[in-house]
């Protein structure tokens, strides 16, 4: 799977919007981009997937830049639920392999501040 | 709609003893997923049940980690002799397949061993 670069940290006010970026840039064809984030004694939580197009779910939405080298979450309105690790990983398309063995690096700490 | 349950929350127990740890996944999800997280770490893949296929172990760390799944929903982690080093917080998902569809996962199981 494809490396991926995240900023350590990031601040946020409440009720702004937070800005997630991840640098994918050796991302092949086939590769999905992940969004998962762990608050603090929590499991993980996924958040949003997409390949090519953006996408938009009810927690965030996921902006992939057109050579699909990088990528930005998007929480328009972040709360203080919102602080937490995020990790951005990427992933092969297709069934098979062992390629559903997650891995996460070291993610971007947002914290939303009051 | 309920997601993945892992009971206990907190294990705590002497070495030498086993454990059970138990997850239970979403409804209609063929693929389970074992990881565990120690402090500050990654995740670290344990084990792979789809469907009726013979499970991917390659993951357990030793021959007295064990887990089964029985009936293609409940599946049991087992540790036997436990080890300080065992200590950890062991974190089930699941996903509709093991393809690249999202796994989700239970806040997990804080094993510690004194």
């Known amino acids: 799977d494809a490396k991926t670069t995240q900023p350590p940290s990031m601040d946020c006010a409440e009720g702004r919007a937070a800005n997630l970026p991840c640098n994918h840039s050796?991302?092949?064809?086939?590769?999905?981009v992940y969004w998962y984030r762990q608050i603090h004694s929590q499991g993980p939580q996924y958040i949003i997937h997409?390949?090519?197009n953006n996408e938009t779910n009810e927690m965030a939405s996921l902006i992939i830049t057109e050579d699909r080298k990088s990528s930005t979450l998007i929480l328009p309105h972040a709360t203080l639920r919102d602080t937490a690790v995020y990790y951005c990983?990427?992933?092969?398309?297709?069934?098979?392999?062992?390629?559903?063995?997650?891995?996460f690096g070291k993610g971007t700490l947002l914290t939303v501040n009051p | 709609g309920a997601g993945v349950s892992q009971s206990p929350s907190n294990k705590v127990t002497e070495k030498g003893k086993d454990v059970e740890l138990r997850c239970d996944p979403i409804?209609?999800?063929?693929?389970l997923y074992w990881y565990r997280q120690s402090l500050g770490q990654g995740l670290e893949f344990l084990i792979y049940?789809?469907?009726?296929?013979?499970?991917?172990k390659s993951g357990l760390p030793s021959d007295r980690f064990s887990a089964e799944r029985t009936g293609g929903s409940v599946s049991t982690l087992t540790i036997q002799r436990t080890q300080q080093e065992d200590s950890a917080v062991y974190l089930c998902?699941?996903?509709?397949?093991?393809?690249?569809?999202?796994?989700?996962f239970g806040d997990g199981t804080r094993l510690s061993i004194l």
């Open positions: 997409g390949l090519k």
């Open positions: 998902a699941s996903s509709v397949d093991g393809g690249n569809q999202p796994q989700h």
């Open positions: 050796t991302i092949s064809g086939n590769e999905y």
């Open positions: 409804s209609g999800h063929t693929a």
């Open positions: 049940f789809q469907g009726n296929s013979a499970p991917d």
């Open positions: 990983i990427v992933r092969v398309a297709f069934r098979g392999g062992s390629n559903y063995k997650l891995t």
